[in-house]
Each structure stands twice: as structure tokens, then as C-alpha cells.
């Protein structure tokens, strides 16, 4: 982690707590953007020092663009965690070969990763094997009080297929750190209340160093150092139940999801004075209040999902940045947010933005 900018304002920088400059902050950037360039800047000077980028790694012109990429974001210091992908990752072709010899779904798995290791581990260390893979299709057994919280829910064709797909990559990854003597570290993550996928996938004899989890809280909900729904303790307390560091790496609000189908309501407008956005800004200041102060689990890091919007996705999935623009020019009040709690740098607008609303490390 690099040192911590001096604010503008030294009130806020003492506003602070040493709680949440002990993490560390990122965001999601995808393949790095138009300008890989501007977007290191601008993070940097927030004081945003992680990104999490996908690797598409056998395929050699995305390999060439994610090295550009992270190596611009290295040289601002800006490390990354790569999400490493195979043929049978979600959508890809053998996805949903379930039938097939698992020795052999294991070592193919296994063949696809070890290249993609090879090939960045100067730039990488941190390597998540495939993106939300509790919801790939046909993971679950059926059943209506089938919640995913126990291992014998997921004991089912899709599922196993994985296994196998994960201790191959798992296996690359432990091997390139074997002959490289580097310290990679494997991601294994998870979503919803889906311990049960973990600890499956533990008993598959699947080797992972960190724990990765996707949250998007809406401000009505308890926090996630208590919030029963997820069982005792809140998604804290159950993660922490596997012994690992955490990486929260797609964290934004819940309120992104209003009026956007499955979600009927008021629309969130993602736009300063809207009801439905501002409680979502509200309601990130109260979670990660929570979370900088909370000592259920050892949370290695909090990445906010996404760098900047996508309008050419359909709501809400056009609407999660932490800028409206790619040219980084056109921050939003939850970019100010992970950047106030990252002790990063703040204009005096930028900072009375925040004031206004109550928002900060040390609000009430």
C-alpha cells in the first residue's frame, strides 16, 4: 500500500480513522477502460491502490491490452487482482459439460491457467478463479428451502464440474508459486448467502487463500456485522467461519437496483437530489461505517464495483460507477465516499458535497 495523501483540508484528513487507512481500497475496472492511463490517475490520487481486472488470458491480443493495462496501473501503484477465466467458465463453451471425465475437465483446467499465470505473474499476485460461480446454471440442487447455506446443496453435476474446473486452476496457480517462489495467493468467492458453496468446494479438496465476496446493501438493511438474514454474525460473521482474509471485491449500494426489473419502486435516477439515489449514497456511508470498524473477520480489502458507468448497458447494469464517464472527469458522490474513508484527496467543493449530507468516516 503506498502512503496516505495529504487532503486539502486537514480536518477531514483527521476525520479519518486509522480503521479503514489499515484496508485497502479499489475498484473494479474490467479490462482498464479507453484510457487505462487517466483512469490510474484518478485513482491514485484517490488513494484507490487495488483494481480488479479480468484475464482472459490464452487469448494473446487480451493478453498484450492487460499487460498495458496493469502496468500502468502498477507504475501509479495501483496493484490488481486478476479474474482468471477457462473454457468452462459461465458462458464458455464447455460451461455446462457435466458429463465429462473430471480427471480430464481438471487437468485441461488446469493447462488453460498455468499459461495465463506464467504470463503475468510479474505484474499479479492476487488470482480469482472465475467470476460469481454460484450463479452459473444448474448449481443448486432444487428444492424451495434450498438456501445454499450447506454443503449438501450443492451437490449436484454443475457443481462438481467446477470442483474440478477450480483444483485445476487452484493447482496452476500453487505451482507457479512453487517454481517462482513468488507469494500468489488464490481467490475462491462467493455471493448471497451461499456459504455452503465454500465450504463445498473445501471438501472438493479446492485450495484458496482468500475469500471474495459480492454485497450490495441497501441502507434499510442491517449491517454486515449483524444482519440475521445472512445467519449468525451477518455475512461477516459467516465468512469468517473459513479462516480467511477477505476481499469484499464488488461492494456498492443496493439502491442501484430500484425500479430496474425484479425491483419495482421508485427508479434510482443516479443523479444528485433524487430520493432513491441519495439514500443509496446514505446507505454506503452506514455500511462501511460497519464495516472500517467491525473485528469479525480479518477484511483484507473493499473494491467498489464499478470504475465508471456503462450506458450502453440497460438499467441497472448502465448505472454502477464511481464516475459517470470514462475520461474520469465526472465523479459521484460514492467515488467522494471511497475516497474520503481511503484517506484520499478531496477538493473543498468536493469535500462540502460530503458535509452537507453527513457523509464521512466520522459522520453520525
Known amino acids: 500500500m503506498i502512503a496516505c495523501r495529504t487532503f486539502p483540508s486537514v480536518l ?11 484496508l485497502t481500497w479499489g475498484v473494479n475496472v474490467h479490462d482498464g477502460g479507453p484510457e487505462p492511463a487517466v483512469l490510474a490517475k484518478a485513482l491514485a490520487d484517490r ?3 487495488v483494481v480488479r481486472t479480468d484475464l482472459w488470458g490464452n487469448d494473446q491480443a487480451y493478453l498484450a491490452r492487460f499487460r498495458r493495462a496493469v502496468t500502468v496501473f502498477k507504475e501509479q501503484g495501483i496493484a490488481a487482482q486478476a479474474v482468471l477465466f477457462t473454457s468452462f467458465s459461465g458462458g464458455q463453451p464447455r460451461s455446462r459439460d ?16 498455468l499459461g495465463q499465470v506464467e504470463a503475468t505473474r510479474d505484474l499479479i499476485r492476487d488470482y480469482e478463479l472465475q467470476n460469481e460461480i454460484p450463479l452459473y446454471p444448474d ?15 450443492w451437490d449436484t453435476p454443475a457443481c ?7 483444483r485445476g486452476m487452484s493447482r496452476a496457480v500453487a505451482e507457479v508459486r512453487r517454481t517462482s517462489g513468488q507469494p500468489l495467493r488464490v481467490i475462491l468467492g462467493t455471493v448471497n448467502r451461499y456459504w455452503g458453496f465454500l465450504a463445498f468446494m473445501r471438501q472438493q479438496r479446492v485450495e484458496f487463500d482468500v475469500v471474495g465476496y459480492h454485497i450490495y446493501p441497501w441502507e434499510k438493511h442491517a449491517t454486515l456485522d449483524v444482519d440475521p438474514w445472512f445467519g449468525p454474525g451477518g455475512p461477516l460473521g459467516q465468512l469468517a467461519r473459513f479462516g480467511k482474509p477477505v476481499t469484499l471485491n464488488e461492494f456498492n449500494a443496493g439502491e442501484i437496483y430500484a425500479g430496474s426489473p425484479g425491483h419495482p419502486g421508485p427508479n434510482y435516477e443516479n443523479k444528485l437530489d433524487d430520493p432513491q439515489t441519495e439514500l443509496g449514497y446514505k446507505g454506503v456511508h452506514k455500511h462501511l461505517q460497519a464495516l472500517v470498524k467491525q ?6 480489502s473493499i473494491l467498489f464495483y464499478e470504475a465508471f458507468d456503462e450506458p450502453r448497458k440497460a438499467p441497472p447494469e ?3 460507477g464511481l464516475f459517470y464517464d470514462t475520461a474520469c472527469a465526472q465523479p459521484k458522490i460514492t467515488l467522494l465516499l471511497a475516497a474520503a474513508f481511503a484517506g484520499g484527496r478531496l477538493e473543498p467543493g468536493e469535500q462540502e458535497l460530503l458535509r452537507a449530507r453527513g457523509l464521512g468516516p466520522a459522520a453520525k
Open 318 to 320: 448502465n448505472r454502477f
Open 295 to 300: 473485528t469479525a473477520v480479518n477484511l483484507d
Open 139 to 153: 448449481m443448486l440442487v432444487k428444492g424451495e428451502k434450498v438456501y445454499g447455506q450447506e454443503i449438501a446443496d
Open 12 to 22: 477531514l484528513a483527521l476525520l479519518v480513522t486509522s480503521t479503514a487507512n489499515a
Open 98 to 113: 457435466y458429463t465429462a471425465d473430471l480427471a480430464e475437465v481438471e487437468q485441461t483446467a488446469y493447462t488453460q491457467t
Open 160 to 166: 462438481r464440474l467446477q470442483a474440478a474446473v477450480l
Open 47 to 49: 488513494h484507490l491502490t
